[in-house]
């Protein structure tokens, strides 16, 4: 997690400098609604819905290459509903997760398509999840009783993730945009869900969004 670290100082580093810039740059405001999944226990996690809401800085690099960085709040829920694959240690769940934190992207992109009314544009790059708080909020039904769980997961308060997205400007203000992104560290562990075991969820999602650039 040290190395993490690194890498959103020098992000925020990258921020400063670039915004020294003005007249290759611009910044934007963003709202989105986000699906959270885990690609960690699957046979029990499901898309939950969220929100995000935050800015923006666009440097142009080129005339098609452009970096862009981000920092927006985010609230998102996974949902947890299932059974167990321990056949040993059957359990059922009913509930979600819920996280609460700051995302950090730090993104390439390609202008694909360019007039004087329309931008088509795809980027790419890592980002960083400072999370909060992640809590557990199920019910656990296991030989007919049913107990609720509450309270926070096991984590580093931070994960990052890779991701993928297309964006379309209109009339350079206006902003619509549709990214995933892939966990590739995990965001929590939590009690054994089978026996012996601790349980670790690793973050998944997709996010459709609307903005208006400076």
Not at 132 to 161: C, P, Q, W
């Amino acid at each position: 997690m040290k190395k993490l670290r690194i890498l959103a100082l020098a992000a925020v580093a990258m921020i400063a400098i670039c915004a020294q810039a003005g007249e290759k740059g611009y910044f934007g405001v963003r709202a989105a609604f986000n699906a959270t999944t885990s690609t960690k226990l699957t046979q029990i996690s499901g898309w939950g819905p969220g929100a995000s809401v935050g800015g923006i800085y666009h440097y142009n690099i080129s005339k098609p290459v452009y970096a862009q960085f981000g920092l927006s709040f985010d609230y998102n829920t996974i949902k947890i509903d299932g059974e167990n694959d321990n056949k040993y240690n059957r359990q059922k769940y009913d509930g979600h997760l819920d996280i609460i934190g700051l995302r950090l992207p730090i993104d390439i992109g390609f202008n694909l398509y360019q007039n004087s009314k329309v931008c088509l544009s795809a980027y790419t790059g890592p980002e960083l999840f400072f999370n909060f708080s992640v809590k557990r909020n199920y019910d656990v039904t296991y030989n007919s009783s049913t107990t609720h769980e509450s309270g926070k997961l096991t984590g580093s308060g931070m994960d990052i993730a890779w991701m993928l997205g297309v964006g379309v400007d209109i009339m350079h203000n206006w902003h619509v945009h549709v990214e995933g992104a892939y966990g590739l560290s995990d965001l929590g562990e939590t009690d054994a869900m089978a026996i012996g075991k601790k349980s670790h969820f690793k973050r998944a999602e997709i996010s459709v969004g609307l903005g208006y650039n400076f």
